[in-house]
């Protein structure tokens, strides 16, 4: 083995996305690999190779390659290949069996190292998704990984350890703020992350909020979940999809029910999967979750106290909802109480007196 070639990475290394420039090549020798192209994935494991084609030719990487599992793999450049080739035939072997299959084309074929059962890990026998919910293939950017690190959490329920996600923030680039206060940064989307699931017991709560939980709340959702156990786990794969998203967000609403959550963290909720039924153009879904979010928000405008810069942004974002919902009175009603309040935000209320000039103008 040429050891100074073999390379380390942790669960969720992007090893490589599409339009990479291809410096190197590798073949897997311990862990898992998963591959995207558009919606299709495949896993790799031991006696895999990922990147040839690409490297050989001279072209960017054409799919995404990011580590499932921790892996081993062994690092193939052009400078070290005839090396390689010549000392280890099983890594020669298997690179020709590769390039008779994908030479002539720029597709995701592989022979070498298949993982058997080549679907996504969670092992959920249990519909998380409403009754109709439809469903989604599409996975999200392995770019994304790029931005995020993981850190060790352990379970309020079961006591399971498991690995959660968090954002670099340092690395984000503000590319819009709207008018209800969410920001969009390029080329990653944190509504994706928002959510930390155990792949044990199924517990869902949002990653800012996961170590507030009072002991009295995390008491409840232990009784609850004695009564009704879940049926297998959940667990992201290293490329999450969007159905996994969005059945993080549902099985937080199961999580919510449990500890008591407040209306502030219901409005909260819905209303960032509002902005991915958005996204996504679902627009009944769409509907429905500002509702539920709109609501909400009423019931802790009229029962939590909080500044007057709270309260400005509280009736900018009621005025977004109603708007969403066709209620434009109750929107100019919203943005005036925001945009007359004494004290506050200065930012709040040009926000506002800037929303009523263009409900005026409609």
């Avoid at 420039?21 to 558009?38: E, K, P, R, S, W």
């Avoid at 008018?179 to 944190?190: L, S």
């Avoid at 199961?254 to 008591?260: I, K, L, M, Q, V």
């Avoid at 999967?273 to 909400?296: G, N, P």
Wanted: proline share 4%; glycine share 4%; aromatic share 10%.
């Amino acid at each position: 083995m040429v050891t100074n070639s073999v390379q380390s990475f942790s669960k969720g290394t992007v090893v490589f996305v599409s339009g990479d420039v291809a410096t190197d090549a590798y073949y897997i020798l311990d862990g898992t690999v998963v591959v995207t192209q558009n919606s299709k994935q495949i896993y790799l494991e031991s006696g895999g190779i990922i990147g040839e084609l690409a490297l050989l030719k001279g072209i960017p990487h054409y799919y995404a390659a990011v580590c499932a599992t921790d892996v081993r793999a062994l690092k193939i450049t052009k400078d070290n290949m005839q090396t390689i080739v010549l000392s280890q035939p099983q890594v020669a072997t298997a690179l020709l069996y590769e390039l008779a299959e994908q030479v002539e084309k720029e597709d995701m074929i592989f022979t070498q190292g298949l993982r058997e059962n080549n679907k996504p890990q969670s092992d959920s026998d249990e519909r998380i998704l409403p009754e109709g919910h439809p469903t989604f293939d599409q996975l999200v950017p392995a770019e994304h990984n790029e931005y995020l690190f993981p850190t060790n959490v352990e379970c309020h329920i079961c006591k399971t350890p498991f690995s959660g996600l968090r954002t670099r923030v340092t690395r984000l680039q503000l590319e819009e703020q709207r008018t209800d206060f969410r920001t969009v940064y390029r080329n990653f989307e944190p509504n994706f992350y928002y959510i930390w699931v155990c792949p044990c017991c199924s517990f869902a709560y949002p990653e800012r909020q996961y170590k507030k939980l009072s002991r009295s709340a995390i008491n409840k959702a232990k009784k609850e979940w004695q009564k009704n156990p879940p049926k297998g786990g959940f667990e992201f794969d290293a490329q999450r999809s969007i159905n996994q998203v969005l059945e993080s967000y549902y099985l937080t609403i199961r999580s919510f029910n449990a500890t008591d959550a407040t209306c502030e963290q219901w409005a909260n909720l819905w209303l960032r999967l509002l902005w991915i039924y958005e996204d996504l153009d679902e627009k009944e879904l769409a509907l429905e979750a500002a509702k539920k979010s709109r609501d909400h928000f009423a019931e802790a405008m009229s029962t939590v106290a909080r500044s007057a810069a709270g309260d400005q942004q509280l009736y900018i974002i009621l005025a977004e909802l109603d708007l969403r919902l066709d209620d434009q009175g109750s929107a100019f009603k919203n943005f005036h109480a925001a945009a007359t309040m004494v004290g506050g935000d200065p930012r709040n209320k040009r926000i506002a007196t800037d929303r009523i000039q263009d409900l005026r103008n409609r």
